[in-house]
């Protein structure tokens, strides 16, 4: 399975690739067979001196199965990607597994805002860690994330998850990830959503365990409660 340019960096990250690489060489395939019997009849029944052309009404069964087996076959394709898509789909969007800890994302014009779960390990507390454009998560815990808008739509995006959510105002959508490899990643915005969109963007910080643990520690502990 090809990793393509990003580094993969989620759990889920892998079946967002293979569904792509699903798409690609069934879809490779079946322009390699249409070109291939585009170019064989285009020489095979080119015009030849003393050879009349010959009209074809596509009534005989020998004509009509250059039509009917590619069909069938297209439409086999089609019910194999369905099910890729859907099994993708239902893993990261409808299955969503027990979390370990729970973030709130804030999009609004032109900024990210990241509440992260104290040292209570409750989110909505006071102990809460509020950043702007800095995302910080344990390497192998389980994120569930609640997503809202304060202005327009946004589109929260992690390419190295490939995870893309949009976020809509006046909802709070759930989410989930698990990251699986340390670093710092973007996140970016992936809805046109003004002028500022192109600098919509942030940085995911993926710690260890310690690194994690010593990072919430040196947060200061202010209460942000109902803001």
């Not at 010959?54 to 194999?80: M, N």
Request: net charge neutral; aromatic share 14%; glycine share 8%.
């Amino acid at each position: 399975m090809i990793e393509y340019f990003i580094n993969r960096a989620s759990t889920y990250a892998g079946d967002v690739d293979f569904l792509f690489d699903l798409i690609t060489y069934m879809a490779g395939f079946w322009f390699l067979v249409a070109e291939g019997a585009l170019f064989y009849l285009l020489f095979r029944f080119r015009k030849k001196p003393g050879i009349k052309s010959e009209y074809i009404d596509g009534t005989k069964k020998t004509h009509k199965r250059w039509i009917g087996i590619p069909h069938i076959l297209i439409i086999i394709c089609d019910i194999v990607l369905i099910w890729g898509a859907g099994k993708v789909w239902y893993k990261i969007k409808q299955n969503l597994p027990e979390p370990d800890a729970t973030i709130g994302i804030v999009s609004q014009q032109w900024a990210w805002t990241f509440i992260h779960p104290g040292r209570d390990g409750e989110l909505h507390t006071d102990d809460d860690v509020r950043l702007v454009d800095e995302l910080h998560v344990e390497k192998g815990k389980t994120y569930h994330f609640e997503l809202t808008s304060r202005d327009t739509l946004h589109s929260f995006s992690v390419p190295a998850f490939r995870l893309k959510q949009d976020a809509v105002p006046g909802r709070k959508i759930r989410g989930w990830f698990k990251p699986d490899k340390e670093g710092v990643v973007d996140i970016q915005c992936a809805e046109m959503c003004g002028i500022g969109h192109g600098v919509m963007n942030a940085r995911l910080f993926v710690h260890t365990k310690e690194e994690f643990e010593d990072w919430i520690l040196s947060q200061p502990r202010f209460s942000f409660a109902g803001k």
